[in-house]
């Protein structure tokens, strides 16, 4: 009878759970029949009342999750329109995290830093630009993505930051509330009699669609992001192609004349053999900076192309939201856009061999100008006529000049003599 009771409420769905039954005696059917009319009456009250509960809760969530959707679609398509999504990212602490210069040169390196110039100037009118403590590099106690340069940076910085970061504590903390909830409220000595009931078509609806419904506000502006990423470079604009050696970067580039450039990392003061240029920090951070840079035009499309001479590689600067497998036997390309000059530090993303954490990548962008001159200062530079055909060479047809040995037959910007051995 109270089977058959139980059965009817479940087929109708009215119940959240089964509450506790007191225990009926298996002895005085009579008994238990006279005192379980009332019993029912009052459990039913109860049942219906959390029913109502249940159902109120599931749909204040569904709206809650269908108002996030409309608040979300506007966004998405508003970052669609201006790439420049909201910056939220504070600026990086001012204080300079720049390792200290060595003991053994303190008044060489402080000259160096103050003058804003590197041993290694090249000719042409060409200065190495010192970097600005805390940009385009790691800071000290730092969490979170770098402070992003480019507008995709600032895209993905907002997407992480505002929101997958509030999504992630939100569902963290609901979990944990809700396992907590259970651990107390249906603990044994509070419920001695566990209910065993097994379905909820209200509750299993909510929650199969409140997480559907959270995936798709999180692929809308994921997929957007994703799309630009790999839109093609526009037909003018200059091409540059990185490729990884091992272990060092070289830098070419086919529209100004086909030259290149390597990059080896520079060694600190008590590493050098005598001759050899120690870093400072105007070149860079410990481990980061390198000899030679790879410059760019600073606020244009840059169609970078990279590849592997002899391992993959990865090209990557996390200030530029910027990674791209450098694959040997294949060209990779992508856009670079840099917002602004300055000097962004990158390293060799995949693992790639004994020395792959000695391959740091520097990006020195410029003002369009400053790269002309700094082009023309490099052996058999040229300045390509932007967007018109034939000054430059085509897109993908990047001289695969490979230096047979780790040690590069020439630096390509002259005055460099201390290179550090690969
Ligand atoms: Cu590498």
Known sequence: MEKTAHGVLEALGVRAYRTPQPSVPQGGVAEAALSGGLAKREAKAKRMKLGRIARAVGKSIIGLAAAGMLAAGPVALAQAAAPAAPAVIAAPAPAAPVAPAPDAVPAANDAAAAASTTP???????????????KGM????????QQQFSPLGEYGAWMHDLILMPLIVVISIFVLALIL??????????????????????????????????????????IDLLAKQYKPAPAGALTIKAT???????????????????????KEADEVKPGERARTDADGPEQLATDNRMVVPAGEQIRLQTTGADVIHSFGIPSLWFKLDSVPGRINEKVLFIKEPGV??????ELCGARHGYMPIVIEALP????????????????????????????????????????????????APAKTAA
């Open 344 to 349: 962004y530090f990158g390293q060799c993303s």
């Open 244 to 266: 990884g050696y091992q272990w060092y970067w070289g830098y070419t580039y086919p529209d100004n004349g086909g030259f290149e450039v390597i990059a080896n990392m520079l």
């Open 181 to 222: 909830y259970a651990m107390f409220r249906f603990r044994r000595r509070a419920n001695p009699t566990p209910s065993k009931t097994t379905h909820n078509a209200l509750i299993e609806v909510v929650w199969t669609l409140v997480p559907v419904l959270i995936l798709v506000a999180i692929a809308v502006p994921s």
């Open 368 to 415: 369009r100008p400053q790269f002309d001159a700094w082009v023309l200062s490099q052996p058999g530079g040229t300045l390509a006529k932007p967007g018109v055909p034939g000054t430059g060479a085509a897109p993908a047809a990047a001289p695969a000049t490979i230096p047979v040995s780790a040690e590069p037959a020439a630096p390509a910007a002259g005055a």
């Open 120 to 134: 290694a100037a090249t000719g042409g009118g060409y200065v190495p630009m010192a970097p600005t403590p805390g």
């Open 138 to 145: 790691p800071v000290d106690g730092w969490l979170g993505l």
